[in-house]
């Protein structure tokens, strides 16, 4: 049944794409499939962990966690008398509604081409890294603010937003940069970043990858997890490349994309309903992907940490779906857009499930009837 539901969510977003109209009834019935699909639990370790921690919650003190948002909200699921997969369904909901608010500021209909790619790649690892995606729907939620209205006030809901989300995953706080790009001197922004991300790579790379400072400051922040001491025991060596190059794949796409636009002379496109520019949009993504250039220490330290830098892929596939549904008649753009679309999406498939040998232990079980209740009639 789950993979019935799945070609339908697929079929809804097709369809949803290429029609005329939106329809606000089929884009409730596609989040709540999707937050079903999520929610009900698959059998994954992650998983697995995560629903023994919402058993536990009731007893646990959440003023000594360094996750406190998340462990409140699981002792709302308990009170109310939430099962966990309800309680997962209900965070999967919120967060799609969240990442939709964000992806519905580009354009009602791109946001269909953006859930069909986030069903091909994204659905599965966020169902077995479940607080990542909650705490970046929060991200994206702020991040919005600022993209597309440029009151300062809205700079305090994103700073606001971005710590609100490390009280669900502490990992959030990393997204803290992309406040730079609301800097009007951009240039002399990503000189440093550029300076310091070069500098800070030669260093961890002389010192064998491994540098213990960078684990300190971890152990640090998260008040000594034992989750986070194992950062840092594992080489990396030369497979932080592989992330690295799709960052710069991305950057080529935009580059591309960026001069064709200007030879063609164009400026303004549907957002929100309204004409953007879309040469400001462009700017500000192109400096989050610059801006994004300092994670790549912390993928030398530990590849872990590539979760930010595919998070950031999602805001540039939501931008490649905008100008696949608003240049349809520039062929160019469009194929261009859609090739963009199909690479980082199948080329973050192929690491994080095929290289990394996922398949068995993310995938399968998303299509399994086996949930971590033990309750096989979810299938």
Known sequence: MIIFLYFVSLFICVFGFFSNRDIPFFKFILFFIISYMMGRGAETPDTLNYFYRYLESPNQDFFASYEPGYAIIQKVGNYISLSYSEFRFTVSLISLFLINSFANKFSSKASYGFFLAYLSFYIFIDSEQFRSFFSFSVVLFGLGRILFDEKKI??????????????????????????????????SINRLVAFFTVLTCMFIFVGGNNLAFIK???????????????????????????????????????????????????????????????????????????????YFPLYMFNLQFFRLGRSIMLIDIMFFCLLASNFKSISYINKLSWSAIFILCGSLFYYTYIMAGHVDSIIEPFFDIKVVEGRVTYG
């Open 216 to 294: 300190s400051i971890l152990l640090t922040v998260t008040d000594g997890s034992d989750r986070v001491s194992q950062y840092g025991e594992s080489r990396v060596r030369f497979g932080f490349l592989f992330p690295v190059s799709l960052h710069f794949l991305a950057l080529m796409f935009l580059y591309f994309c960026h001069c064709k636009l200007k030879m063609k002379n164009v400026s303004l496109v549907q957002l929100e309903g309204n004409l953007g520019d879309i040469r400001k949009l462009f700017k500000y993504i192109v400096a989050i992907n610059l801006v994004s250039f300092l």
């Open 154 to 187: 809205n700079k305090v809901y994103f700073i606001l937003s971005i710590l609100l989300a490390s009280t669900i995953h502490i990992s959030s706080l990393a997204f803290l940069p992309l406040y730079l790009i609301t800097f009007k001197n951009q240039r």
